[in-house]
T-cell receptor, first 113, second 118 residues
Framework: DQQVKQNSPSLSVQEGRISILNCDYTNSMFDYFLWYKKYPAEGPTFLISISSIKDKNEDGRFTVFLNKSAKHLSLHIVPSQPGDSAVYFCAASGQTSGSRLTFGEGTQLTVNP | GAVVSQHPSRVICKSGTSVKIECRSLDFQATTMFWYRQFPKQSLMLMATSNEGSKATYEQGVEKDKFLINHASLTLSTLTVTSAHPEDSSFYIC??????????????FGPGTRLTVL
């Protein structure tokens, strides 16, 4: 049972344009969502998070949007840079799971110069 | 800078041997740490939750006798892959939540350990 899903295994965008990565979840107990970036043979790096009491959180070029009614969140990167090319994981946690994270499958983002 | 370290970063061993992987939180204490494994082009799979001072909690399908976890201190958790076989070859990653809020703590990940069993 995949409780966090990233339906797009890959995304390719042009440098300078917007990258939009999507994530859906099914567990209504999730109340905290995070995005991680991962390069090959490295551990994930925390990017940005959002609590369920908010619908938007922005940090520089990264913005996360949360639509609770649709159980959907998205990560916007603008402007996209070649260095953003990596695998992006969406993750979620909830009150009943403590700090235990449930990850999506990941989306490979490629930003072309 | 890195807040969670792992050692070794890469290990190659013969089938049947045991391998120990260390995970350390560098400037904070972690009563809980998590161990994941990742196969190529797949998501991170949570293997177990390491609890300081008590037994680890294993996810369904993970053999606790094969993947021994010891959380001996507030900054160190170890994962020992016992009697490793080629199918255990994978990328093992640990993480530690930093904070006091529980579900809203940010988790920091180690750099990972690439295990290759010949």
């Amino acid at each position: 049972d995949q409780q966090v899903k990233q339906n797009s295994p890959s995304l390719s965008v042009q440098e300078g344009r917007i990258s939009i990565l999507n994530c859906d979840y099914t567990n209504s107990m999730f109340d905290y969502f995070l995005w991680y970036k991962k390069y090959p043979a490295e551990g994930p790096t925390f990017l940005i998070s959002i609590s369920s009491i908010k619908d938007k959180n922005e940090d520089g070029r990264f913005t996360v949007f949360l639509n609770k009614s649709a159980k959907h969140l998205s990560l916007h990167i603008v402007p996209s840079q070649p260095g953003d090319s990596a695998v992006y994981f969406c993750a979620a946690s909830g009150q009943t799971s403590g700090s235990r994270l449930t990850f999506g499958e990941g989306t490979q983002l490629t930003v072309n110069p | 800078g890195a807040v969670v370290s792992q050692h070794p970063s890469r290990v190659i061993c013969k089938s049947g041997t045991s391998v120990k992987i260390e995970c350390r939180s560098l400037d904070f204490q972690a009563t809980t740490m998590f161990w994941y494994r990742q196969f190529p082009k797949q998501s991170l799979m949570l293997m177990a939750t390491s609890n300081e001072g008590s037994k680890a909690t294993y996810e369904q399908g993970v053999e606790k006798d094969k993947f021994l976890i010891n959380h001996a201190s507030l900054t160190l958790s170890t994962l020992t892959v016992t009697s490793a076989h080629p199918e255990d070859s994978s990328f093992y990653i640990c993480s530690a939540p930093r904070g006091f809020s529980g579900s809203t703590d940010t988790q920091y990940f180690g750099p990972g350990t690439r295990l290759t069993v010949l």
